[in-house]
């Protein structure tokens, strides 16, 4: 199937240390998959493996259907949009976007066709003839990813591309990327240490940690269901609580999904702080567990306020989280 990506086994080494460590997984055609982790996780090593950048110890890659394990970038079918974007400053922005099929051999009237069809995608009709120093980070954002639709890709592999823009352009950005994706219709692999991004524009998220997926799903599954107690303590604004509780297991909860009303756990307050609307209790329950408390008000240290998950257990349908 057109852009299904295949990976089995994958692993890789620099000297003694193993960057990925053996990862299986399928990539559905049509698919906005995001690979989501702090950094030093291995997430931009498996993009250049999947691009042909780097060659993998063992395992193999297919895409669409084809082992391409051990070929080149430029005979895999694919398109990869850099953090920096790796622009031409002397070219302007037409020459920037048609330079690859240039270089491919493609005639002029072809060239300029799909450039004036990746460009109205992309709404960069009017800045076509301008340097690449005379537009802003946003734009050049754009111009990266039309020279990569000219090409006409099966599949689309992005290493933090929104990470250079100022946070008013990224959350805008996020928008429209997740429009052109479903536009193109193409299988998009999008690497990110932002949940936020990750949230806005995946179809699923694979979480990766130390060289391997810790979880894999949406949005919603990771963020109620973490698979691991890495997993909850990385995902989500605060990191999740855990308390140990009967039969020996850890009961893991978000700060958001306490029951003020219940009694069911005492915390000792630290400190409290305002994030945005909301009020949030950092203590202890038990003089042992660190915990975080979404609140009704600013505490003061010392104070000792109740709580329980009751509440929470019922919205995840008596699913407790034991990790």
Known sequence: ???????????????????????????????????????????????????????????????EGKNVTNLPPN????????????????????????FPLKIRGYGKKEIDEKVKYSAEILGIEDIMYRKINEISGGQMQRVALARAIVRDPSVFLLDEPLSNLDARVRFAARGELKKIQKKLKKTFIYVTHDQAEAEALSDRIGVLH??????????REIFEYPATKWVGDFVGEFPMNFISGKGNFEIGFRPEWVDLNGKDFECV?????????????FGKVNNIYDVIIKYNRLVEPGEIIYFSIEKFNKYLNGKINKL
Do not use: C, H, W
Request: proline share 3%.
């Open 75 to 98: 005979k895999r079918n694919i398109a990869m949009v850099f953090q920096n974007y790796a622009l031409y400053p002397n070219m302007n922005v037409y020459e920037n976007i048609s």
């Open 210 to 219: 130390e060289g391997k997926f810790e979880q894999i799903g949406n949005f």
């Open 1 to 63: 199937m057109t852009g299904k990506v295949v990976i089995k086994d994958l692993l890789k080494k620099y000297g003694k240390i193993t960057v990925i460590n053996k990862i299986s997984l399928e990539i559905n055609d049509g698919e906005f998959f995001v690979i989501l982790g702090p950094s030093g996780t291995g997430k931009s090593t498996l993009l250049k493996l999947l691009a042909g950048i780097e060659m993998p110890d063992s395992g193999e890659i297919y895409i």
């Open 269 to 281: 307050a630290e400190s409290s702080s305002r994030v945005g609307e909301s009020y949030y209790v």
